[in-house]
């Protein structure tokens, strides 16, 4: 976009097209009218001018009814159809303002007789306005292809951006920084203390922050990649938390093969760290149980937590993510429901068992 | 009372057991610190110092029950450095530098915790920094206070703000009044009132702050007066700027 111009791209070339029409028009208007006639050439070209300019309201409709009538979308027979008569009927009137015109000039001295010689070129003109019309069809019909073109183009990319937008602060959420932050401070009360469990601890980072960026790019794992990343990540909690954190699984054995979305229960056991365990003073309990029944599988966290900690903060971001997660995928066979009763907090999803990728 | 070559004392306030460890590590350098205790919670960092009189608080933010910030309005502040240790930058870490106390973001190196440690130094003996207005600026903006924190002699209470009658001012003080018990905190009201959440708590009076929920209905009281009553039957007298706000809150409500 320039800065210096006062008009738009847009409108700038539409002049463009309008001023070579015009030209164009008049120098074939002024060649048919001056030749095999008695009229003077200055004279041909002044008409000729005047006639051209009248043509450009025929060039300016033709562009409504390119838009009325977009090429890919319209029968080929109303296509013909539509610039035919439009053509026929435009052309008719051009001719007919043009007698109008060419009679005012008649009576003038010097233009004695320009009338007779318009009469004759009747059917030439006709001919001319109906070519020239449909001339600004097709070149309307290019102009539009073009920008449409673009448009898509434009379009592509701005998709393809706001796609890696959403993964970004997808993986941005599955990472809580807090939780790096505070790794590694353990890290680094550790490499004096304990230089075997720092470097374990590091492994263990690691290895969490492989499995999360790498399970970000599936639709589908095994609830069982899930659990692995979940083992690890409670590892790591393990060391800040010490005997305060105690994680209990309950897991169907054919519960385990099921696919499911992947990090959809590390945000909860996540969430379930920060707002449970991390509040109570003497530490808390997470228990994760899945259950596979009647084709459904059913997922719950649960945590014990501290009613008096303040009104908990709950329904973050972490539990609508996965909210949304689970109705895009299932729809409406995705049922969640987070529930806080006494002391303690429990989040559980059910949604059909898949055991194997469908063929995509 | 002791001699003045006596060593600082510090305390370590953190939940994780490594976090102190890390701390207590890097004072090993330090013989002219002694570490008088390391608390695992707010409650138990209240009371050591009430216990040790520190020099020197190195002071968690993310606690279980008691914040770092409850500590600090609970604590007296007299003679006390404090150092904040959090892994959130977003406390509003200008607030520290503002009230001139110093933090260390986790992890940090040992180049950084010697210059808090060194800044600690420098300021022993300035005035302290006004413990409330300092949390007040510390907490993170567009939020409303939770709870309330109070110390009735050694023990602390953590008042819902939901379960929050009503706040009377007392001089220096507001007598906060819940389930019909009365607990003095030195603040003012108008501190208060600016926590709080100012659509659940309106100052009807100069002295009063009322929850909204506890109000049922405003009666005429003398000729140009009005009293607010509460749910439990307490009368409170409002006042005629106080009486707009109700107004205007309760409108809007409408």
Same mark, same amino acid.
């Given at each position: 976009m320039s800065s210096v111009a006062k008009t738009s791209p847009a409108v700038q070339s539409k002049h463009i097209v309008f001023w070579t029409g015009w030209i164009f028009f008049t120098l074939v208007l002024a060649a048919l009218l001056a030749s095999s006639s008695d009229l003077p050439w200055k004279h041909a070209f002044l008409l000729a001018a005047i006639l051209s300019g009248i043509a450009q309201v025929s060039a300016q409709s033709s562009f409504v009814s390119c838009r009325i009538a977009p090429l890919t979308r319209t029968p080929l027979w109303r296509l013909f159809a539509t610039h035919i008569a439009a053509a026929v009927l435009l052309t008719f009137f051009w001719v007919k303002v043009g007698s109008i015109v060419v009679v005012e000039f008649d009576a003038h001295e010097s233009w004695r007789g320009v009338a007779k010689i318009y009469q004759d070129k009747t059917s030439l003109l006709h001919a001319a306005g109906v070519f020239f019309y449909l001339l600004c069809v097709a070149f309307n019909y290019a102009l539009i292809a073009q920008t449409s073109s673009r448009e898509a183009q434009a379009r592509a990319l701005e998709s393809s951006l706001r796609a890696r937008d959403a993964e970004l602060s997808a993986l941005k959420a599955q990472i809580n920084p807090h939780f790096l932050y505070n790794s590694l401070n353990s890290i680094s009360a550790l490499t004096s203390i304990d230089p075997v469990r720092a470097r374990d601890m590091c492994v263990l980072l690691a290895d969490f922050l492989r499995m999360t960026l790498g399970l970000g790019e599936k639709a589908l794992i095994p609830l069982q990649t899930e659990l692995d990343l979940l083992d690890k990540y409670c590892a790591i909690e393990k060391v800040r938390f010490g005997d305060r954190l105690y994680l209990e699984e309950q897991i169907q054995d054919d519960a385990r093969q099921c696919l499911l979305p992947p990090l959809l229960l590390q945000p909860l056991v996540e969430n379930a760290v920060v707002h449970g365990i991390a509040q109570m003073t003497e530490g808390g309990r997470i228990r994760l149980q899945a259950i596979r029944s009647n084709g459904r599988i059913t997922l719950t966290v649960e945590n014990t937590w501290d009613p008096e900690a303040g009104p908990s903060r709950r329904n973050g971001v972490g539990l609508k993510n996965v909210q949304r997660r689970l109705e895009a995928r299932y729809g409406k066979e995705a049922q969640l429901e987070a529930k806080a009763e006494d002391d303690l907090f429990r989040v559980s999803m059910g949604f059909p068992a898949e055991t194997e990728a469908p063929a995509s | 009372m002791n001699a003045p070559t006596q060593k600082w004392k510090a305390l370590i306030v953190d939940d994780e057991e490594l976090a102190r460890k890390l701390l207590r590590e890097m004072l090993t350098q330090h013989p002219e610190i002694e570490v008088a205790a390391e608390c695992a919670n707010g409650m138990e960092a209240v009371k050591a110092t009430a216990e040790h009189k520190p020099d020197l608080l190195f002071l968690d933010v993310q606690m279980p029950k008691l914040t770092g910030f409850d500590v600090l309005e609970l604590i007296d502040p007299a003679g006390v450095s404090i150092i904040f240790v959090t892994a959130y930058d977003q406390f509003a870490m200008k607030a520290f530098e503002v009230h001139a106390v110093d933090y260390l973001l986790k992890p940090f190196s040992r180049d950084r915790f010697e210059a808090a440690l060194q800044r600690a130094k420098n300021q022993k003996g300035h005035k302290p920094a006004d413990p409330i207005a300092l949390s007040a600026t510390a907490r993170p903006t567009g939020q409303f206070l939770e709870r309330i924190v109070v110390k009735d002699g050694?023990?602390?209470?953590? #008042? %819902? *703000?939901?379960?929050?009658?009503?706040?009377?001012?007392?001089?220096?003080?507001?007598?906060?009044?819940?389930?019909?018990?009365?607990?003095?905190?030195?603040? =003012? #009201?108008?501190?208060?009132?600016?926590?709080?959440? %100012?659509?659940?708590?309106?100052?009807?009076?100069? /002295?009063?702050? *009322? $929850?909204?929920?506890?109000? =049922?209905? #405003?009666? %005429?009281?003398?000729?140009?007066?009005?009293?607010? #009553?509460?749910? $439990?039957?307490?009368?409170? %007298?409002? /006042?005629?700027?106080g009486y707009a706000r109700l107004k205007s809150l309760l409108d809007d409500r409408a």
């Open positions: - | 050694t023990r602390v209470t953590l #008042i %819902p *703000v939901t379960k929050l009658d009503y706040a009377e001012a007392l001089d220096d003080y507001v007598s906060l009044v819940t389930d019909g018990k009365k607990h003095l905190k030195q603040q =003012t #009201i108008s501190g208060l009132e600016a926590s709080l959440d %100012p659509a659940l708590f309106v100052r009807i009076h100069r /002295s009063y702050l *009322v $929850n909204l929920e506890r109000v =049922t209905r #405003i009666e %005429p009281y003398g000729k140009d007066s009005r009293v607010a #009553i509460l749910s $439990n039957g307490v009368k409170l %007298p409002v /006042s005629r700027a």
